[in-house]
């Protein structure tokens, strides 16, 4: 590993005692330190309510560790850098505390003013601190300062845009790496890759070769505890905003002239300018909301949305979202992006199905008429790869086919769990690449987009329950695929082959 490729910084996490810091934050730096992505240069500071001692904010980093990762090599040379500093957000003092134990880790690990804010936390807290680490002086520094922020990013428009000038004051928009983390997900990253690496591919990447593209991110599970959370945000503003829109940028967007962060992102943002913007009358005709009513979850019986706890029983909020996006650009005249996110669903799965269009003229005929499309199916998670399905001769016929996959399957190539996205995004922070986190623009963008849909749908009542847990949504999703001509591919069906 060349030093280029180690990092050097105090990374102070806000909420540390929290979920995300736990499950995620604490397992992924443990497996960069195991890499030797971090050397000895590190400090973490962990900084929440409860009054905890170093030692026990240690212990609880190991248990972390230890749960998530089942593995203890070097954990307590990793761990021996891991502090721990009660704090309230609001509290002027803390941050003067805040400030003094930074400047001792600064010297004791020759860290160089580098400084990453980690703000694992709700996010109404978010412009109280950075309004605080100004003013106390913590991101007064000689190396560099960086603050990451987790979703929500506001909740529409304006409040994301008053989000964004608290923030602002503090840092410059190239020091907010705000974390999407569906952009650290390996085969997400990996769209760009297939599209503008493969002779194959980029010159059939337009309307006059697509029919349409399907990104589905579809969940077994309900709301579980989240219900409080979920009730003000819904499907929409949890996985439309940010993750859905995402990848339809990532699909849609033409060639950037370089690699660069700045580049991509520009390119990103002119995809999501190009979205067809709705008048409110319209959004029936592209969008469709659902909610669960009870059902069965594999063999269980479970409830439906409102009978959940936390929830309102008359509740109105969507927990799945279909759309039709349509891009208005000479590359994407005419093709419809559909997209479908919702929870209580049949199957756990994220895929993109981009479906190509017909032949002009069959030869040939498939076991069920008419010839299958070509399907390139990119799977995100569970599992990791891409299926090309193409038709073959069947065996004995001159004039039947059968349909056939080329699967390429992430995870079984190099026999190893790819890294997690917290892992990646947290290692492209501390590099200073900011390509796989959200630009402001881009926020700014998605939310226009989606507030359109919010205002038409807080002012009509809906029809809830209309989807039974263990399904695949309403049926007026499918509506909006058949009325085109259409189908939501099975999810189940389209599954990558293991080698
Ligand atoms: P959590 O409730 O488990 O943890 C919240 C943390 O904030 C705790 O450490 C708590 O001590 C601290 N805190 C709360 N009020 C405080 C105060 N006044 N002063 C100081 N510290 C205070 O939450 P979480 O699940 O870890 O989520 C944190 C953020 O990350 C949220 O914005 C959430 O939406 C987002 N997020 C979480 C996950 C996840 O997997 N948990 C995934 C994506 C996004």
Known sequence: MSQQETQVSLIMIFGATGDLAKRKLFPSLYHLYRKGKLTDQFAVVGVARRPWTNEEFVQHVKNSIENAVGC????????????????????????????????????????????????????????????????????????????????PFGHDLPSAQELNESLRKAFKEDEIYRIDHYLGK????????IRFANALFEPLWN??????????????????????????????????QNHMLQM???????????????????EKVKALRAMRQMEANEVPT??????????????????????????DEQSNTETYVGGKILIDNFRWAGVPFYIRTGKRMAAKSTKIVVQFKDIPMNLYYGATKPLSPNLLVIHIQPDEGITLHLNA?????????????????????????????????LYDCMRGDATNFTHWDEVA???AFVDKIS?????????????????????????????????????????????
């Open 455 to 499: 205002e038409y749908w807080s002012s009509t009542p809906a029809s809830f329950p209309n989807y039974e847990a263990g399904s695949m949504g309403p049926k007026q999703a499918d509506e909006l695929l058949s009325n085109d001509g259409f189908h939501w591919w099975p999810i189940d069906h389209l599954d990558v082959d293991k080698c």
């Open 286 to 311: 592209y969008f469709v909301r659902g909610q669960y009513g009870s059902g069965v979850n594999g063999e269980t019986k479970v409830v439906g949305y409102r009978e959940e706890p936390n929830v």
């Open 393 to 425: 001769q069947r065996d004995g016929s001159s004039t039947e086919t059968k349909p056939v996959k080329l699967s390429f399957a992430n995870n079984s190539v190099d026999s190893m769990n790819t890294p997690e996205a917290y892992e990646k995004l």
């Open 207 to 240: 309307n006059r070769f697509i029919s349409n593209i399907q990104v589905t991110s579809s969940e077994v599970l309900g709301v579980e505890e989240r219900g409080r959370y979920y009730e003000k945000s819904g499907a929409l503003r949890d996985m439309v």
């Open 186 to 193: 390996q085969m997400v990253q990996n769209i760009e890759v």
């Open 72 to 151: 203890h090599e070097d954990i307590d040379d990793f761990a021996s850098h891991f502090y721990y500093q009660p704090h309230d957000v609001s509290d002027t003092a803390s941050y003067q505390q805040l400030k003094e134990l930074a400047s001792e880790l600064d010297t004791k690990y020759r860290l160089e003013g580098n400084r990453i804010f980690y703000l694992a936390m709700a996010p109404e807290f978010f412009g109280t601190i950075a309004h605080h680490l100004k003013g106390e002086g913590l991101t007064d520094t000689a190396g560099f300062k960086r603050l990451v922020i987790e979703k």
């Open 445 to 447: 963008l998605s939310w």
């Open 248 to 266: 339809v940028a990532l699909l849609a967007m033409e060639p950037p002239i370089k690699l660069t962060t700045d580049e991509i992102r520009s």
